[in-house]
């Protein structure tokens, strides 16, 4: 520890999300431990040229925190900062902190180091941690306990607040604003200002049926949210799986299945649209990318998300190919128009960039299938 028997703890964070862990722990490890004085690499002024500046701290730095979420687990700049940290700082005096994350996604160079996980217990540890690298300094056992204690409800409230009103559409766990993952989607779901969810698609066991999607079925229909299955005709057993659920979510799913050429001439993707039936509130509606390079969903506008909307109420309401037909007053279309035909309504045009270093430009929808 330094001679002014101070302690100088670097907060290593990424995102907006891990920024805001970052200063809620920035503010309070003070208050819990006189002597720390915790460095965030936004407190480097103007006009500082930013990789001296962050060098020198970390060279000073006694402790390091690594805020790791969702969003930043899998970023470049949280492996870059890991390993830097590695080289000033012992080990044994390295924590990430896991934010609505757990141990076990922890890979890379993070994977070194033993984490702290965000519950009471967790913190009081790391809390512990760095008492103990005071030395001679450092507060008695009971004495911490109890300003834990004191000061453990004031963090907790700080960052509840912060899981809770993070804003949707703030980050993803890519590398654009725009562009999303499938776990990003549940932020749109845990939603509560929605009402609705429709999904069409063709995996049921990745929406309904496999365990992780029924909890999360089970859990928001108990919350009153009305889903809506459009699917390809399928197996029996996927008919039992079906109505066994539909029994778990009182009442609060419904699905109908096509048959299989009638649904891909409607849906050549998946689909997930949130507040369909009413007007009241938002609608908002994310499709997946038809691309081989991963698995990635783009939120459509809302004039093409109506049109989809309006597609999708149609299919239901009229689940017979000929009265569907005759209803949009054509014949069916030949197979390779089919994935056309289901984007060419709508004329979403999306900027996209392929790869980084790429090229960036304007395709529609249609063109991506």
């Known amino acids: 520890m330094s001679k002014d028997t101070t302690m100088k703890v670097f907060l290593s964070w990424s995102g907006e999300l891990s920024y805001k862990v970052a200063k809620a722990l920035y503010e309070w490890l003070p208050l819990m431990i006189q002597p720390v004085r915790p460095f ?3 407190d480097i002024s103007k006009g500082s040229r930013w990789g001296e500046v962050v060098e020198r701290d970390l060279k000073d730095a006694e402790y390091g925190i690594i805020c790791v979420t969702p969003y930043n687990l899998l970023k470049p700049w949280m492996n870059f900062e890991a390993g830097a940290l590695s080289r000033f700082i012992d080990r044994a005096r ?16 993070l994977a070194q180091y033993e984490s702290a996980v965000y519950c009471e217990n ?3 540890k790391l809390v512990q941690s760095i008492n103990q690298q005071l030395g001679s300094g450092k507060l008695d056992y009971q004495i911490l306990e109890r300003t834990f204690k004191a000061w453990w409800p004031e963090l907790q409230q700080r960052l509840d607040s912060v899981k809770n009103g993070h804003g949707l559409e703030e980050e993803t766990r890519t590398e654009y604003k725009w562009l999303f993952t499938f776990d990003d989607l549940a932020n749109h779901e845990s939603d509560t200002d929605y009402h609705s969810v429709w999904v069409v698609t063709s995996d049921l066991v990745r929406y309904a049926t496999g365990n992780e999607a029924r909890q999360r079925l089970t859990e928001r229909t108990s919350k ?8 390809p005709d399928s197996q029996q057993t996927d008919r039992n799986d079906l109505r066994d659920l539909e029994g778990s979510c ?9 048959p299989k050429d009638l649904f891909e001439s409607q849906a050549v993707t998946d689909y997930i649209i949130f507040n369909a039936e009413t007007e009241k509130s938002p609608l908002r509606m994310f499709l997946k990318l038809p691309i081989e390079a991963g698995e990635f969903w783009i939120r459509v506008d809302e004039h093409s998300a109506r049109n989809f909307t309006a597609r999708f109420r149609m299919l239901w309401d009229e689940p017979n190919r000929e009265e569907l037909l005759a209803k949009a007053g054509g014949e069916a279309p030949c197979p390779g128009a089919l994935r056309s035909a289901s984007t060419d309504a709508v004329s979403a045009r999306l900027d996209v960039q392929a790869s980084p270093g790429a090229k960036r430009r304007t395709v529609s929808a249609a063109e991506k299938g």
Do not use: A, E, H, W
């Not at 390295?94 to 160079?109: D, K, R």
């Not at 009153?224 to 699917?231: A, D, E, P, S, T």
């Not at 009182?250 to 096509?258: A, D, N, T, V």
């Open 40 to 42: 965030l690499s936004s």
């Open 94 to 109: 390295v924590t990430p902190f896991l934010f609505g994350v757990q141990p076990s996604c922890i890979t890379g160079p």
């Open 122 to 124: 967790d913190v009081f």
């Open 224 to 231: 009153g949210i009305n889903y809506r299955f459009f699917l």
């Open 250 to 258: 009182l009442g609060k799913l419904r699905y109908r299945m096509f």
